[in-house]
C-alpha cells in the first residue's frame, strides 16, 4: 500500500507580502488590547518636523502598518495580498522592500510637510503596487495602455474626493500612485528579479 499524501500543502509564497500583511493584523490586534494607545504612539505619523524624537523617524515609515480599524485593514490588505505576490516574484522580495520603505518614508515626508492631520494605513502602499502592477508585461520604449487608464481612473477619482469631507487621505493614495508609476518607468521589463 503506498503511503497517504496530502495533494497540497500551504506554502509562504510571498514572504514580503504576507510578512507585512501578518504585521498589521497582529499590530491591529495588539491595539486592541492596549485599548487603542498602540496604533496612536507607534504606527501613525503626524504633522511637522520633530528633529529631536527618535520615535519620528520611526513613525515616518511604521505608519503603514497601523489602521484604524479591522475594515481599514481588510480594505488595503484586500488589494496589497492580490497585486503583491505577483509584484514580488516579478521584482523580486528585496526590490519590493525597498519600493515599499521609499513609498512610506516619501509620504510620511509630505505629510508632516505640508498637511495638518496624521496619517496610518496601508493605502498609499496599495495604490503604489496598482500603479505598478500595470507594468508587469511593460517593454522599453513603450507606456503601456492599461497604465494610462488606471491612472486616469484612480488618480482622478482621488484627486475629486481629496475635496469631501472624510477620514481617508487621498493625498496617500496619489503619492502612492505617483511612486508606483515611477518605480514601474525606472525598472523597465523587471528581469531582473531579486536583484537592485
Known amino acids: 500500500m503506498g503511503r497517504f499524501r496530502i495533494p497540497l500543502r500551504p506554502t509562504y ?20 488590547l ?8 507607534f504606527f501613525a505619523t503626524y504633522p511637522g518636523f520633530h528633529w529631536t524624537s527618535p520615535l519620528f523617524y520611526f513613525q515616518l515609515i511604521s505608519h ?9 485593514v481588510t480594505g488595503n490588505f484586500s488589494v496589497i495580498l492580490l497585486i503583491g505576490p505577483i509584484l514580488e516574484e516579478k521584482y523580486g522580495s528585496a526590490t519590493l522592500i525597498k519600493m515599499m520603505l521609499i513609498t512610506a518614508l516619501v509620504t ?10 496624521g496619517l496610518l494605513g496601508a493605502s498609499g ?8 502592477a500595470s507594468f508587469t508585461n511593460h517593454k522599453e520604449g513603450e507606456i503601456p495602455l492599461t497604465f494610462v487608464l488606471i491612472l486616469v481612473l484612480y488618480l482622478a477619482k482621488e484627486a475629486v474626493q481629496a475635496f469631501s469631507q472624510d477620514d481617508i487621505s487621498q493625498f496617500a493614495h496619489i503619492i ?7 518605480f514601474g518607468f525606472l525598472r523597465g521589463t523587471g528581469k ?5
Open 13 to 32: 509564497n510571498s514572504p514580503v507580502i504576507l510578512t507585512f500583511a501578518l504585521a498589521a493584523c497582529v499590530i491591529m490586534a495588539a491595539n486592541g
Open 34 to 41: 492596549t485599548g487603542g494607545r498602540l496604533t496612536p504612539t
Open 64 to 72: 503603514v502598518l497601523g489602521h484604524k480599524n479591522w475594515a481599514h
Open 108 to 117: 510620511g515626508v509630505l505629510n508632516a510637510a505640508f498637511f495638518s492631520t
Open 125 to 132: 502602499l496599495a495604490f503604489m503596487m496598482i500603479l505598478l
Open 176 to 182: 502612492g500612485g505617483l511612486c508606483g508609476s515611477l
Open 192 to 196: 531582473e528579479r531579486g536583484r537592485g
